[in-house]
């Protein structure tokens, strides 16, 4: 049993850029509720954050950019080339990390919640939570996914995955083993087969679509196996666009959700949103010229915003076309703004604006909650 009463907690582990976050986000699409605390560690040592004076108390100010903020690149290479200071860094983060977790776990509405952590096994966090999952990927597959996605040399990704435990350690530890090699249907049918195990819910999401009267707009949650369906419907709304396939869409799964709008059975919008860092970002929105401008994006606008709260987001972000951006009027009377990444306040939201925002796209911001997570003690 976990130390959350009425809460079933997966521990999600495994070295780095082996498809963690793939497997977290399919677990979102099941119905769980996903934490990334390595994010939150992130969070932690960002300016005015709590952990952020004993960081710079330990490791200098050398490691400061000019907006004040830490260079987490630099204070990477020092600790993983030095396991006296990573063991100080882990501990001014984990203990408020810990903290953090405690309280989105007690407040989240879902039954099944999933904790990604790279230092899981290795902290007490591991006894806290119900079952331990493990990925595994080949290490020619993890220098790929450093050099490429993050932009890493092939010196530092090696230098950070032989920083790490051995894979082969963590699986010995773990209830779960998902094996990613890169192709995302096969790891789907690993996760759904292991959600059965634990959860009445058969692949399925929650469907936000009610009975809907002629002529009515309403809303539906997108799933792996709608994949054809939303290609189908993004080649038509977005004929700019390279076109996409079904598969395409199906790999995207990784990394966001979808909502299309429908009206007399029909598909007449498209939302692709994703939720990181407690920050929702929609960088995919389509309407069908044929209908309404302002019902369409109310509709839609809201149904993400639901969501959003569910995971508990802190802030919205829609990254728009120039044609979108220009129904003003609408977009103030639900409450958005036009902003520049560099004016969004808080360093997690403009990390989050400037890695998700798509070329020759306008910003438009929302706050969600007041209350943040690792606000200034």
């Not at 869409?249 to 909502?259: H, R, S, T």
């Not at 902003?339 to 604006?353: F, I, M, S």
Request: proline share 5%.
């Amino acid at each position: 049993m976990s130390k959350w009463p009425g809460k079933y907690v997966i521990g999600l582990t495994g070295n780095i850029a082996t498809g963690k976050s793939v497997v977290r986000k399919m677990l979102e699409h099941l119905g769980a509720y996903s934490i990334d605390a390595d994010a939150l560690g992130n969070r932690a040592i960002a300016r005015g954050a709590p952990g952020y004076k004993p960081a710079l108390d330990t490791f200098g100010r050398w490691l400061l950019e000019s907006n004040e903020e830490i260079n987490r690149q630099k204070l990477g290479r020092l600790v993983f080339s030095d396991p006296e200071a990573l063991t100080q860094l882990e501990g001014i983060i984990h203990p408020l990390v810990i903290q953090a977790v405690d309280m989105m776990i007690r407040r989240a509405k879902q039954k099944i919640v999933v904790v990604e952590a790279i230092k899981l096994l290795e902290t007490d966090l591991r006894d806290a939570c119900d079952s331990a999952w493990v990925t595994l990927a080949p290490e020619r597959l993890q220098i790929t996914r450093l050099t490429g996605k993050r932009g890493l040399s092939e010196a530092d990704a090696r230098q950070r995955i032989q920083a790490q435990s051995s894979q082969e350690e963590k699986a010995n530890l773990a209830a779960v083993i998902i094996q990613n090699t890169g192709s995302f249907e096969d790891t789907w049918k690993q996760v759904v087969a292991a959600w059965k195990v634990i959860s009445p819910i058969t692949d399925t999401v929650p469907v936000l679509m009610k009975k809907a009267e002629p002529g009515e707009l309403t809303v539906q949650r997108g799933r792996p196996r709608d994949s054809v369906a939303i290609a189908e419907l993004l080649n038509r709304l977005n004929r700019s666009a390279r076109p996409v396939s079904g598969d395409d869409i199906m790999a995207a799964f990784g990394e966001k959700a979808f909502l299309m709008l429908v009206a007399d059975n029909q598909p007449v919008g498209l939302a692709g949103w994703q939720v990181e860092n407690l920050v929702a970002r929609t960088t995919d929105l389509f309407i069908d010229p044929g209908i309404p401008a302002g019902p369409a994006l109310k509709t839609l606008v809201t149904e993400v915003e639901s969501a959003s709260q569910d995971l508990q987001c802190e802030a919205s972000l829609f990254f728009l076309t120039p044609q979108l951006a220009s129904y003003e009027e609408i977009w103030r009377e639900m409450g958005y703004e036009r902003r520049t990444p560099q004016t969004l306040g808080v360093q997690a939201w403009t990390d989050a604006a400037i890695e998700s925002m798509p070329p020759d796209t306008i910003l438009l911001f929302k706050q969600l909650r007041m209350d943040r997570v690792l606000r200034p003690i």
